[in-house]
């Protein structure tokens, strides 16, 4: 089977990886599989993270730090730069993959045990544990975006077949061949027909378009953000306790962790705040997003934002209109299927886009494998070219199951992140009060937030990807054997 990934981002590097796990191998006549990735970005020999500056010292006078640069801003959210924090979930995920993968994306990480909420007055409101509670010592792990992607990339290029897997092509558009199979037409106009086509080609995905034309194009949220890296000695909220500092105001939200391992004192920092007009790279002036970084958050009481942006001077790394997907009536048909942001771009309030890209992989080579392994073993092989009837129909199916399992998944993290979300736009000094009011109570009285957005553990953390793709498949199968023995009653 000849599976071609567009996007070679977290969903589509983990892909290959999930898919190299599990795929059987085809018996004879079958050919063996081909899996490729094509990918638009070539990466810079640099290494993560990109930019940053010195918290001691503010950086304008810096010789470490790098001289201002206009970050690449596109209409995605594709910008490469900037920290995130992949959740237990995502962690455990990677663990199954491979021990090693688990490791090396923690060595280059920083283990959180709590997420530690504050006012931009100055008060610590509540905090929380952000830990596997069934596993332990599985955390939540800050670390640079990029850092992330090259482990990954890494691991995808050491793989038996690794090596010129990944290709630097951009994809510009995804169809219908002749032959009825999917067909991906490159920049430079060549055009390449696979079995399957997965599009994890993030939020601006070309695949999605293939499937979809026009319609359900992102949606800007009105929010935008800033965010780097500063080098210092670690707070001693993210030090001592282990904590990422999320600080809610009036006038918008401010987060930092440690980016890298205790030793290393760096600090990710990132400022979301609403603005109606999208920034494009046209009226991007790095000096005016500092000063106007500066001037949101002057009032701020935590020293630490103080010291931060103090410091940034004008080097903020990375720049972001937040996207989200509106949601899909289905995630591909005609053996295109969407998974990562090209299915679903989430809030990054969710703090779990990275994660949901890792159990999309699982769930979809899970479910691939399983239909695979059904035509390998039930049909006879001499009479199947290998190409035929069978693999349209297990591509179909797992198609259908992806879905119906993974998409009330997202729905649900995405509904609850549109909760948190009101908390980081302009609420005025009142909103400020009662939001800081509730988050002072979640504290002091934790089942009210459970009331309210579920408790982590068991919402976020505890999904069983095994479990629900296998009730997954047994639902679709009963309701196909359901729709065939209707049909034939119909037809007596
Ligand atoms: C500000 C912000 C903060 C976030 N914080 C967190 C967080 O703390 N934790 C978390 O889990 N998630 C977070 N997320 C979400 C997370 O970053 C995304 O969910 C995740 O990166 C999506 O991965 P992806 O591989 O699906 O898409 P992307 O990361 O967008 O990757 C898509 C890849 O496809 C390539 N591509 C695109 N078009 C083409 C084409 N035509 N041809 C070939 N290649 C193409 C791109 O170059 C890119 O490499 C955050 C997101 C944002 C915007």
């Known amino acids: 089977m000849k599976i071609i990934i567009v996007g070679g981002g977290i969903a589509g590097t983990s892909l290959y990886l999930h898919l190299l796990q599990h795929l059987p191998n085809p018996p004879a006549p079958y050919p063996p599989h081909e899996l490729l990735i094509y990918e638009s970005h070539e990466p810079k020999p640099s290494s993560s993270p990109s930019t940053s500056t010195s918290l001691s010292s503010p950086s304008s006078n810096s010789p470490e730090s790098e001289p201002p640069t206009t970050p690449n801003l596109t209409p995605s959210t594709t910008t490469i ?108 106009g060549e055009v390449e027909e696979a079995d399957l086509v997965v599009g994890a080609d993030g939020v601006r995905s070309v695949v999605k378009k293939g499937a979809f034309g026009e319609g359900y194009a992102p949606v800007y949220m009105n929010q935008a953000g800033v965010g780097g890296f500063v080098k210092g000695p670690l707070p001693d909220e993210v030090k001592r306790e282990k904590g990422m500092v999320f600080t809610f105001g009036g006038n918008g939200f401010f987060g930092y962790g440690s980016s890298a391992s205790e030793e290393e004192e760096s600090l990710m920092w990132w400022s979301t705040y609403h603005t109606p007009s999208l920034p494009t790279s046209d009226d991007l002036s790095i000096p005016t997003i500092t000063t106007e970084l500066r001037e949101r958050h002057a009032a701020w009481k935590d020293p630490v934002i103080q010291t931060i942006i103090s410091s940034v001077a004008d080097s903020v790394s990375s720049i972001y209109p937040t996207w989200t997907t509106p949601p899909l009536p289905h995630w591909g ?112 009285v934790p089942w009210i937030a459970q009331l309210l957005f579920g408790d982590m553990n068991e919402r976020l953390y505890a999904w069983d990807v095994d479990a629900e793709v296998k009730k997954g498949i047994a639902k679709y199968e009963t309701e196909a054997r359901t729709e065939s023995g209707t049909a034939t009653a119909g037809a007596a």
Request: glycine share 12%; with cysteine; aromatic share 6%.
């Open 81 to 188: 730069g900037g920290g995130l924090a992949l959740a237990p979930n995502g962690m455990r995920i990677l663990a199954r993959l491979s021990s090693e993968l688990h490791e090396a994306v923690l060595a280059q990480g920083f283990a959180n045990e709590r997420f530690i909420f504050r006012s931009a007055r100055g008060w610590r409101l509540s905090s929380m544990p952000c830990t596997d509670a069934r596993v332990p010592g599985e955390a939540c792990v800050s670390m640079s975006r990029m850092g992330l992607w090259e482990v990954l990339r890494g691991f995808v290029e050491a793989s038996g077949d690794g090596e010129g897997v990944i290709r630097y092509k951009k994809v510009a558009e995804v169809g219908q061949g002749a032959s009825g199979k999917p067909i991906v037409k490159f920049e430079d």
């Open 333 to 444: 048909r005609n053996a295109l299927i969407l998974i990562g942001d090209a299915a679903h771009a989430l809030q990054p309030t969710s703090g779990q886009g990275a994660s949901q890209c890792l159990e999309d992989g699982l769930t979809l080579s899970l479910i691939l494998s399983h239909y695979l392994n059904k035509v390998y073993n039930e049909t006879d092989a001499s009479e199947q070219s290998g190409s035929g009837v069978d693999l349209q129909a297990t591509i179909d199916a797992t198609a259908s199951v992806l879905y119906a399992v993974r998409e009330p998944r997202v729905r649900e993290i995405s509904d609850a992140a549109k909760k948190m979300d009101r908390g980081k736009g302009d609420i005025g000094v009142v909103g400020e009060m009662v939001m800081c009011g509730f988050m002072w109570l979640f504290g002091k």
